[in-house]
């Protein structure tokens, strides 16, 4: 039952104008900012998806993904027996087992995500796009984020994008799916909602903005819009709360804070946790990991003294 | 990190589980550094100097907040205002003679130290005495704040179009009832300096920092000359003492409703039909069925959390479609719970307390209600001492217009819901709402949503935004909805008039019962039922009925006009003011008119004296107030609230026979209309 998505209305203006109040946010010093970004810290999800990525590099990120943040700076934050982790650990289909067998050996139970779906574009057959899901679960995944096909959103065939969105849904099996929309490729901020809308109810555990390899990637305007539809899904089926990831173009941490408090607003406070909120950045850890050096011991850290990713 | 520690901050972890916010630590108010740099001990602003006789009582300012005294100001008294008249009119020569580019340069100086590092100290203390939340007086309201003064000061530097020839006022007072925003005092600051004139503030203790250091910056940077802008503060009556002073040419009134305002005007002098000031009033919102909800939302819950700086009284009131009520109740109950209430001064608060001298609305509240309304009060979070001046944003649905919350604007962040089954109930509803300065249309089909802001009465509509205000566009006052162009020539004087000088007191006439008057009653609701008819005529059907009408009057001597198609209303309304002058007043040049194709009602004629009637058919509340031969009845209508009062001058006309001075054709068109100003955004910010 579809009749509903004509009458979807975002008026561009007026989120664009909520969007710069917000960039006027003051940002929080002293103790909360340290909260906060550890928090960030435990939804980030460290990703690499380069065409040169190797099992050397996916190895050292995991190391990095299972110790973000450095022991000392922890303990000093009285931090270090909660656990802190980041939310996943994002590669391509192909480098997902040497991932899974890192983790494993080093004892860590960080999920390995896994790209899939044709990514970045999506323009591949329906049939390989299953193949790759299935093939990635194989492999160790237990999260997958899938791309949709933008052309469907475009030509408005909303019932094609419902049922490719199912078939991954069911391919996926037990993992978890993230559907990407791409939304600096959906052309118009109704569509962002609509297409929302549509992932949501074919089954999708997160909604995430963007693939990183767009032109325009996360803003807030399209967070504000993504949001809301959540909020009202919630609203519309009673129970059924659906994740939130922002990725691409988050790099620094003052950013990362203004994403949460955006989420803290517009969502509550309960989607602040990593089973409902996660950011895809690669770069951002390292200075999250600076501003915290810097709340411990005064000053900035030297380019050696903070561990490669 | 010692010192963190010291802040008295909780724990990494308990932030961790809790994610709250936490304040924003560490500076000092800059609001409060400067009272302290006076001794928290202010005086007088008076000819560029701090001006502090002894011996007076000094009155407190007291903080929005919790009332506490955060510094003191003498109580003005006689004296006070004798000096600083004098001040005034001494400066007034020069600033005048300095000329419009000059004065637009100087304006646009003190429009820069505003935005310079002393933001930050009148952005505080405008939050400390009126309890605007400080995102608020550093944002938005500072921004209109500086345009006000840049716009004017353009105009004046470029040389507005129509007023060549007008001279300012000379000295000009400004009575303050209550604390009022940036915006709002600039509105008439702005314009009044620009043209010329000198101004006198006169404000209760409780306003009186922020304008004090107004004044104070105003002498920084060479920016106005001393005498120019001069701060007295005092108790309420303190302007009753300017009756003594005839250099006084003109009395402003701001920052109090309605029923305050009155009773600062009467017995107090005035002077000519320039009793004015805007007139705040509710916000009008109208969400339709095409509507972005969650932006409508957004929107209204952040008007009802800090009113517009223009429009600080009475809250919002929201029509909803009724396919959409439900949903748009729903959103609006999540935003208004998650309002952070808080000390105005900090730069995390989003709704302050209640502004002082106003009573918290709980009484209209409660009748709402008994009335069987749902009432949705967000959660009051602990708030600091003296938390009493706090009222939580609260949402009434479910009433009909006869409810007490309709009929009169309540302060606070107070928001009534009404639900309307399409855009022609919702307008019709709207036009009747007593009290609405603006009004919002929330829809994204453009065909409805432009077609009913057309309808809409109010003079300020906007088109899915709310809170877009632009001097250079046109802004309103309330009931005197007035644009830039009309500002400015609040404050000066055309070449025809002379400003007028009165020096009697003005006081509320006793209304004697008399039974008289069901000619005038009958004439004026004749005339506002034929209105809308004769409004939407085409104007060149009006031109042709009033080309026919001037051709044959009895007696007919009026010369038509030789009209090109191009008719102007100017020049139709000279050749039938002329016209209407040489006839005799008789009942039989109406019907001439009729004949002509007037509607009936558009024009009456009534034989009687002219003294006095102004009064009286003010009584009648028209729309709008012209007199010929103007007498203190102006005075007295336009403080009974009468809009757009005139007393037409005898020499507009000119001389029979000859062209009336320059300027005077646009100043009758001005004087016809009203602007109907529709904001469209579009685009990036």
């Given amino acids: 039952e579809l009749g509903w998505i004509s009458k979807v209305y975002v008026n561009r203006p007026a989120v664009e104008r909520h969007a710069e109040q917000i ?97 970045p574009s999506g323009q591949t057959p329906l049939e390989t796009k299953l193949a790759e899901i299935r093939l990635a679960v194989e492999y160790g995944a237990r999260e997958i984020d899938i791309v949709i096909s933008r052309t469907l959103v475009l030509a408005g065939q909303w019932e094609g994008l419902y ?49 990183g390899k767009e032109v325009e990637n996360a803003t807030f305007p399209v967070g504000i819009v993504m949001m809301r539809a959540i909020k009202e899904y919630y609203w519309q089926t009673g129970y059924k709360v659906v994740g939130f990831k922002p990725a691409g173009g988050i790099r620094t941490a003052k950013e990362a804070i203004t994403w949460l408090m955006l989420v803290k607003e517009e969502l509550g406070v309960e989607w602040l946790m990593p089973e409902l909120f996660r950011l895809g950045a690669s770069s951002l850890l390292g200075d999250i990991e600076q501003q915290i050096f810097y709340h411990v011991t005064g000053s900035y850290a030297l380019q050696h003294e903070l561990a490669m990713a | 990190m010692a010192a963190l520690a010291a802040l008295g901050a909780p724990p990494v972890p308990e932030i961790f589980a809790t994610m709250e916010e936490g304040p924003i630590p560490g500076e000092i108010n800059p609001g409060e550094a400067w009272l302290e740099s006076h001794g928290r001990s202010l005086g007088h602003f008076v000819d560029g100097t701090w001006l502090k006789a002894a011996g007076r009582t000094s009155l407190e300012c007291q903080e929005a907040t919790t009332g506490r005294t955060v510094a003191t100001v003498p109580a003005g008294d006689s004296s006070d205002v004798a000096v600083a008249v004098a001040a005034a009119k001494a400066a007034a020569e020069a600033w005048a ?24 100290t ?16 550093l944002g938005a309201d500072l921004d209109l704040g500086l345009r006000l003064l840049q716009v004017p000061a353009a105009g004046a530097q470029l040389g507005p179009p129509g007023l060549e020839g007008w001279t300012p006022l000379g000295v000009v007072a400004v009575v303050l009832g209550g604390p009022c925003s940036l915006p709002a005092l ?82 107090s002098p005035c002077r000519g039909p320039r009793l004015g000031g805007p007139r705040g009033g509710r916000v009008v919102v109208i969400v339709l069925d095409s509507a ?112 007490r919350c309709l009929r009169e604007p309540a302060p606070g962040p107070l928001l009534v819901l009404l639900s309307v089954r399409g855009p022609t109930e919702a307008v019709a509803l709207a036009s009747a709402l007593p009290q609405t300065a603006a009004a919002a249309v929330w829809a994204q089909d453009i065909t409805v949503a432009l077609d009913t802001a057309d309808r809409l009465p109010q003079g300020l509509v906007w088109l899915n935004a709310l809170d877009l205000l632009d001097p250079s566009g046109g802004c309103a006052g309330g009931a005197a909805d007035t644009d830039l162009d009309e500002a400015l020539r609040e404050f000066g004087c055309p070449p025809w008039e002379q400003p007028s000088k009165v020096d ?34 085409p104007r060149a059907s009006r031109a042709r009925v009033l080309r026919g009408a001037s051709a044959a009057p009895a007696g007919g001597r009026g010369a038509p006009e030789d009209g090109d198609n191009g008719d102007t209303a100017g020049g139709l309304q000279r050749a039938l003011l002329r016209w209407a002058a040489r006839v005799e007043r008789a009942g039989g040049a109406v019907q001439a008119l009729v004949a002509a194709g007037l509607p009936g009602g558009v024009l009456t004629v009534l034989p009687g004296n002219s003294r006095g009637s102004g009064s009286r058919l003010a009584r009648h509340h028209p729309d709008g107030l012209w007199l010929c031969g103007g007498d203190a009845d102006c005075d007295w209508a336009s403080a009974a609230s009468v809009p757009r009062v005139w007393g037409v001058p005898a020499g507009l006309l000119g001389a029979p026979g000859q062209d009336p001075p320059p300027g005077a054709e646009r100043e009758l068109e001005l004087r016809c209309t009203r602007p109907h100003c529709l904001w469209l955004p579009g685009g990036a910010p």
């Fill in chain 2, 504 to 537: 009697e007191l003005l006081s509320p006439l006793v209304t004697v019962d008399d039974p008289g008057d069901p000619e005038l009653a009958q004439a004026v609701a004749a005339a506002r039922g034929a209105a809308p008819g004769w409004g939407r005529l």
């Fill in chain 2, 122 to 137: 009148m952005g505080a203390l405008l939050a400390l005495a009126g309890g605007r939340p400080l995102c608020r007086t």
């Fill in chain 1, 23 to 119: 960039k006027k946010w003051k940002t929080l010093k002293g103790n909360w900012q340290a909260a906060w970004l550890l928090k960030a810290v435990t939804c980030i999800d460290l990703t690499t998806l380069s065409g040169d990525d190797a099992p050397s590099n996916v190895q050292r990120l995991c190391f990095k993904a299972k110790h973000p943040i450095r022991e000392d700076l922890l303990k000093a934050l009285d931090m270090h027996d909660k656990g802190i982790t980041v939310g996943a650990v994002c590669v391509y289909p192909a480098r997902v087992s040497d991932a899974v067998n890192t983790l494993k050996a080093a004892g860590c139970n960080i999920p390995v995500a896994s790209v899939a779906a044709g990514f």
């Fill in chain 2, 292 to 403: 972005d909800l969650d932006s409508a939302a957004a929107a209204i819950a952040a008007t009802a959390a800090a009113p517009l700086a223009l429009f600080p009284w009475g809250g919002c009131v929201v029509l909803a479609q009724d396919a959409v009520v439900a949903a748009l109740e729903r959103r609006l109950w999540a935003r208004l719970g998650g309002l952070r209430l808080g000390d105005p001064t900090d730069p995390k608060t989003e709704v302050g307390p209640l502004p002082p001298g106003t009573r918290p609305p709980e009484g209209v509240v409660q009748e709402a209600r008994e009335e069987g309304a749902q009432v949705f009060q967000a959660p009051l979070p602990p708030l600091p001492e003296g938390g009493c001046r706090f009222y939580p944003p609260t949402l009434i649905s479910g009433v009909a217009p006869t409810s």
């Fill in chain 1, 163 to 211: 049922e490719e969105i199912r078939l991954c849904r069911a391919a996926c099996g037990g993992a978890h799916m993230k559907t990407i929309l791409a939304t600096g490729e959906l052309g118009s901020l109704a569509n962002v909602y609509k297409a929302s809308m549509i992932a949501m109810m074919a089954g999708s555990d997160f909604i995430k903005t963007s693939t």
């Fill in chain 2, 186 to 267: 600039l509105w008439k600051l702005g314009p009044l300096l620009a043209m010329g004139n000198t101004a006198l503030v006169l404000s209760p203790p409780a306003a009186a920092p922020p304008l004090l250091l107004l004044g104070e910056l105003s002498g920084e940077g060479a920016a106005l000359p001393p005498g120019v802008l001069n701060v007295l503060a005092g108790p309420p009556g303190l302007c009753r003492a300017l009756h003594t002073h005839p250099e006084v040419t003109s009395v402003t009134f701001l920052g109090a409703p309605q029923e305050e305002l009155e009773a600062l005007v009467w017995g």
């Fill in chain 2, 97 to 120: 003679g300095l000329g419009g580019p000059q004065r637009g340069q100087r304006l646009t100086r003190l429009a820069a130290t505003l935005a310079g590092d002393r933001r930050g």
